[in-house]
């Protein structure tokens, strides 16, 4: 199942909450279940504007909002139209500040990236690899001067900070890892008309204009001290994650839901926007055993003579790279799907074009509300990932006609200085 299906299941059978103690940045509350939720300090301003709230990432998070411009539908489509804002609030990632002389030397022992070659303010999409060349988790870096900024997934955070800790206490070098817990808060902010909203909170002379994709600053915002800004996100349009103190999230999401053009924005359509733009969800389409060459996700690496693929250096490197830096041969490829005529959900199966040979199954599926028909991405056998390939899903025990279909489904706008 997507995170779509699941988490609109667990909205309407979940187990009703008992009473926690409040903090200003951090809230647990019990289930029936005993699970324990944290909440983020925007947990009231959700409720208030009438967030749906589900678990997700040990979070109770909105997966939907009800009202006027509510539901996954119309949240959806409005991050895609011209001029408008969807507002998320992403505050279950990790953000992780790494500090020390060494601290890229030893970053590049854990990620694919080339991290010593970012220059001040840039950033990059990277990856976390085991022993066998696996996926542990996507994370995005930035080189923030005087430390390295890092975000990963929420879900794999804790895990993800255990392996860290194992690397550094076999390091000799200068290198500490700084958690910010959940005393930084982190909304992301998309759509044609993200740089609109937030250059409303940025200080006087702050230049958006020239402020690349995936680039980073400390700033203030609304004239509050120790925020973050960086332009990336997760929906294919334009950006940004804003980070912010804890005890100031309230009054920075009110300001800027202030503006008619931003509408909150729930887990299910982050979902399916991420999708329609051929993003991976970790846990879903990535996993452990899954390489950077199998998710298509090589280009993290370099290209072809670059330092990361020529030099490796990081864990795994040697299940994933010729000591030419050619990339080694992958049994599987993760690959867009198209043309089936009901959505297929995660773990139907694909065959070839016969119906007879099962070579790989679906990792997520939804349907589109851009393109209004059923979109998905899985893993196929290698030799039937090129495009236009035609296949068979198995949805609900019946055979339909597909075909591999290049991603993003639909297209991206990441921003572009002017030239």
Same mark, same amino acid.
């Given at each position: 199942m997507t995170l779509v299906s699941n988490i609109l299941r667990s909205a309407s059978t979940?187990?009703?909450?008992?009473?926690?103690?409040?903090? #200003?940045?951090?809230?647990?509350?019990?289930?029936?279940? !005993?699970?324990?939720?944290?909440?983020?300090?925007?947990?009231?301003?959700?409720?208030?504007?009438?967030?749906?709230?589900?678990?997700f990432a040990g979070y109770e998070l909105p997966v939907l909002y009800k009202g006027e411009n509510g539901g996954v539908m119309k949240e959806h489509l409005w991050c895609r139209e011209e001029g408008k804002v969807a507002m998320f609030d992403v505050s279950h990632?990790?953000?992780?500040?790494? *500090?020390?002389?060494?601290?890229a030397d030893f970053i590049e022992k854990l990620v694919v990236g080339d991290i010593k070659g970012l220059a001040p303010g840039s950033g990059c999409l990277s990856l976390v690899t085991n022993a066998n060349g696996g996926i542990i988790d996507d994370t995005v870096i930035t080189n923030a001067g005087d430390f390295i900024y890092m975000v990963v997934n929420g879900a794999t955070k804790f895990g993800d900070m255990k392996h860290f800790q194992e690397q550094l206490d076999a390091f000799d070098g200068d290198v500490t890892m700084e958690y910010l817990e959940d005393t930084k808060q982190l909304l992301?902010?998309?759509?044609p008309g993200a740089a609109n909203a937030v250059a409303k909170l940025?200080?006087?002379?702050?230049?958006? /204009?020239?402020? =690349?994709?995936?680039? +980073?600053a400390?700033?203030?915002?609304?004239?509050? !001290?120790? &925020?973050?800004?960086?332009?990336?996100?997760?929906?294919?349009?334009?950006?940004? %994650?804003?980070?912010?103190?804890?005890?100031?999230? #309230?009054?920075?999401?009110?300001?800027?839901?202030?503006?008619?053009?931003?509408?909150?924005?729930?887990? =299910?359509?982050?979902?399916?926007?991420?999708?329609?733009?051929?993003? &991976?969800l970790y846990g879903n389409d990535l996993d452990s055993t899954t390489t950077p060459t199998m998710g298509a996700l090589g280009w993290?690496? =370099?290209?072809?003579?670059?330092?990361?693929?020529? @030099?490796?250096?990081?864990?795994?490197? %040697? *299940?994933?790279? /010729?000591?030419? +830096?050619?990339?080694?041969?992958?049994?599987?490829?993760?690959?867009?799907?198209?043309?089936?005529?009901?959505?297929?959900?995660?773990h139907a199966e694909i065959y070839d074009a016969t119906g007879e040979n099962l070579i790989g199954e679906i990792t997520?599926?939804?349907?589109? $509300?851009?393109?209004?028909?059923?979109?998905?991405?899985?893993?196929? @056998?290698? =030799?039937?990932?090129?495009?236009?390939?035609?296949?068979?899903?198995?949805?609900?025990?019946?055979m339909q006609k597909a075909a591999v279909t290049?991603? $993003?489904? #639909? @297209?991206?706008?990441?921003?572009?200085?002017? @030239?």
């Open positions: 979940r187990a009703s909450t008992a009473s926690a103690t409040a903090t #200003v940045a951090k809230r647990a509350l019990a289930t029936a279940s !005993d699970e324990v939720l944290v909440k983020t300090a925007l947990y009231d301003f959700h409720k208030e504007l009438g967030g749906d709230m589900v678990s990632m990790g953000q992780i500040r790494w *500090h020390g002389k060494d601290r992301a902010i998309q759509g940025l200080p006087d002379g702050f230049d958006l /204009t020239n402020m =690349g994709f995936m680039t +980073g400390d700033t203030t915002l609304d004239g509050i !001290d120790g &925020c973050r800004i960086t332009r990336c996100g997760y929906t294919g349009e334009d950006g940004f %994650e804003i980070a912010m103190p804890a005890e100031h999230t #309230v009054s920075i999401a009110s300001k800027l839901v202030e503006d008619e053009t931003v509408n909150p924005t729930g887990l =299910g359509a982050r979902d399916s926007l991420r999708l329609e733009a051929g993003l &991976c993290t690496m =370099g290209g072809p003579g670059s330092r990361r693929r020529t @030099e490796g250096g990081f864990i795994g490197a %040697e *299940h994933i790279l /010729t000591p030419e +830096g050619k990339f080694k041969k992958s049994s599987k490829k993760r690959v867009g799907i198209m043309g089936m005529k009901a959505p297929a959900r995660g997520s599926g939804t349907f589109s $509300p851009c393109l209004k028909k059923p979109i998905a991405m899985g893993y196929v @056998e290698t =030799g039937n990932h090129k495009n236009g390939t035609e296949v068979m899903i198995k949805i609900r025990n019946k290049k991603m $993003p489904f #639909v @297209e991206s706008h990441y921003y572009r200085i002017p @030239e």
